[in-house]
């Protein structure tokens, strides 16, 4: 890939390997432009892989007048549970209304009401309101006290990682171009117009230049830095806002399903999500002006989360020390004025120089419009409109399933563990053959990783093989979630797997025991607590 990079002209560059660059390739990929993609770090690896894991139709922008928003999700998370329904499934929420609540049981009934009627009344099924002993009977553990009822409707799960990968591999099917560790050092800049870009090869310690008509800069929260590489001064286009995420073990809380709750402290929107063995309690929502490499959660976040989640499950009695693990990420928000919690998920397009369009903000559940959007843009300043792909209609790598059912019940057949054909076609939809195949004449790879958790160590050798898997923290934090799931973040089990691994990446034993230096750092920087 990157020998191509360095070789061809392209139509467009990417910079970014997020779920909005990865949208972005694939829909100019699927148009005929000739496409590449560059992340400096692994794909997914920023705010795409630290969020609350759901597609949505954003209930809560109800409240601040999103209704275009709420409608543009509402379809975008109807086609994605289309085109990657094993990455997109439907989850029920219970919203759980008390005496007093900032909202109330009628706010709530006419907030859901206008929530199925911007989806079309497409969604899995329409709202039901609940009497107070229909929420217990729902969820049996949710206080009791002051309880006036509440309601059930639906939204999505999703692994917000291999969303993003799939979006790229099925851009790389189509002739895009694509590499992660390959960092922009620079814009190449002819007669004031951006004309490519210098990247560095953080793998080889290779310097590249690549060529390209159109670059568009999809970094997120770093989007104000590749744009200064213009030379060109202007106000920030970008306000960060830290997102904040715990997980506990499921037995604590014992959620049936999720919940939508308000928080007790401030009043704003927040969940209790069911994940595996885990329960996901999320997320805050402040303003962010540190280092974008060093995002963590503070004490007072998880203070926050806990008091939330404490407040409507009294009998969890959680503390920190329940914290499985924590994580944040910084959302990309247009700059505005006003509060973290009501600026706009819209996102902007904007030509920041000639040859270089920037976008920011959106979120998960649109990215896929966000990116023909884009594709439209590069079209008319290329003077190549071209007409838009059907990106709505194909599937993703992977999302070529009739029925998710059928495919788990084949697998589970075919395996003989039900958790681990689950965890298969979930992440990898009709190509958990493929990964299973791999054991035939390894029947090594066919074996847990973990005793407690479903991820076998084929899909390991797949991830790099496949799916540009590079460094430990690629395989245990995004490719699979073990990372996630276990108290130490994998940390002890990393000697054993980077040995496993050292073949398959050419890892020599200075670079194990380099490897293994380098996740400790990663996991203290991704999991760790920040002072502040």
Do not use: C
């Not at 922009?184 to 310097?207: F, K, N, P």
């Not at 885990?278 to 540190?290: E, K, N, S």
């Not at 999302?399 to 076609?425: C, H, K, P, Y």
């Amino acid at each position: 890939m990157i020998a191509q990079l360095a070789a061809v002209p392209f139509d467009v560059l990417i910079v970014g390997g997020g779920i909005i660059g990865a949208a972005v390739a694939r829909d100019a990929a699927m148009r005929g432009f000739k496409t590449a993609l560059v992340e400096r770090h692994d794909i997914g690896s920023g705010t795409s892989s630290r969020s609350s894991r759901l597609v949505h139709g954003g209930l809560r922008y109800l409240e601040h007048g999103g209704l275009r928003l709420v409608f543009e999700s509402s379809r975008e998370r109807r086609i994605l549970m289309r085109i990657a329904r094993h990455l997109v499934r439907p989850l029920r929420f219970t919203w759980p209304v008390y005496a007093g609540d900032r909202v109330s049981r009628w706010k709530l009934r006419a907030g859901l009401t206008l929530y199925d009627a911007l989806s079309l009344f497409g969604n899995v099924t329409r709202h039901r309101m609940l009497g107070v002993s229909q929420v217990r009977a729902t969820e049996p553990r949710v206080r009791a006290d002051r309880l006036v009822g509440g309601a059930t409707y639906y939204d999505a799960a999703t692994d917000d990682a291999r969303l993003t990968l799939a979006f790229l591999r099925d851009a790389i099917a189509r002739g895009a171009m694509a590499a992660n560790y390959l960092a922009v050092t620079e814009l190449t800049l002819r007669d004031g117009t951006v004309v490519g870009a210098a990247a560095h090869d953080a793998i080889s310690s290779r310097d590249i230049r690549i060529s390209a008509r159109m670059v568009v800069n999809a970094t997120g929260p770093w989007s104000d830095s590749i744009r200064a590489m213009t030379g060109r001064e202007g106000p920030p286009g970008i306000r960060g806002t830290k997102g904040t995420h715990i997980a506990v073990r499921r037995e604590r809380v014992d959620n049936q399903a999720a919940l939508t709750i308000t928080s007790p402290t401030d009043g704003r929107v927040m969940f209790i999500l069911p994940a595996g063995r885990l329960t996901i309690i999320g997320t805050t929502d402040t303003d962010y002006a540190g280092s974008l490499d060093e995002v963590r959660a503070s004490p007072s976040d998880i203070a926050y989360l806990l008091d939330a989640a404490n407040a409507y499950f009294p009998e969890a009695r959680l503390q920190s020390e329940d914290v499985v693990s924590s994580w944040a990420g910084v959302r990309p928000l247009v700059d505005s004025a006003g509060d973290p919690g009501e600026l706009s998920r819209e996102h902007a397009i904007t030509r920041s120089a000639p040859g270089l369009l920037s976008v920011t903000g959106g979120k998960l559940t649109t990215s896929r419009e966000i990116g023909a959007q884009v594709v439209d843009a590069v079209g008319r300043a290329l003077g190549e409109q071209r007409p838009r792909a059907p990106t709505d209609r194909l599937p993703l790598a992977g999302g070529g399933l009739f029925s998710l059912e059928s495919e788990i019940a084949l697998a589970t057949q075919a395996i003989g563990d039900g958790d681990t054909a689950t965890r298969l076609v979930h992440a990898h939809g009709s190509g958990w053959r493929d990964v299973w195949t791999l054991g035939e004449s390894r029947p090594a790879l066919r074996r847990r990783i973990h005793p407690e958790l479903p991820y076998i160590w084929g899909e390991l050798v797949w991830a790099i093989e496949q799916e540009m898997a590079m460094t430990l923290s690629d395989l245990l934090v995004r490719r699979t979630h073990l990372a996630f799931e276990l108290p130490d973040h994998g940390g002890g089990a990393a000697p054993e797997i980077t040995q496993m691994v050292a073949p398959y990446l050419g890892w020599e034993p200075a670079d194990v025991e380099r490897e293994i230096a380098r996740y400790h750092q990663d996991i203290e920087r991704l999991f760790g607590m920040s002072r502040a």
